[in-house]
C-alpha cells in the first residue's frame, strides 16, 4: 500500500518596500542604460580616461571635463 501526504506551502509575503522596489527597480536600470548609452556619457568616458598632458593638448583640464563636455546644455 502507497502513503502519499500532501505539504502546502505559502509564498513568503512580500512587504511594501519590496513591492516598491521590485515595481521602480527596472525603470531605474533603463533610465542607467539610456544615459550609458548618450554620446555625451561616452565623450565624458573617453576624455576621463586620458591623460592630464593628452588633456592639456586638448586644452581641457581634468576638472573641467563635465564643463566641457555638457557646455552647450548646462554651463553659460
Keep these: ?4 501526504s500532501y ?3 505559502k ?3 512580500r512587504t511594501w518596500g ?5 515595481f521602480f527597480t527596472p525603470m531605474g536600470q533603463r533610465l542607467v542604460a539610456m ?7 561616452r ?10 598632458a593628452e588633456l592639456a593638448e ?3 583640464k581634468r576638472e573641467d571635463i563635465v564643463r566641457h563636455v555638457f557646455a552647450d546644455v548646462y554651463y553659460v
Design 35 to 41: 544615459g550609458e548609452n548618450s554620446s555625451r556619457y
Design 58 to 60: 586638448r586644452g581641457v
Design 43 to 52: 565623450r565624458l568616458e573617453r576624455l576621463t580616461a586620458m591623460s592630464d
Design 1 to 4: 500500500m502507497a502513503d502519499a
Design 18 to 22: 519590496e513591492a516598491i522596489t521590485d
Design 11 to 13: 509564498a513568503p509575503r
Design 7 to 9: 505539504i502546502e506551502t
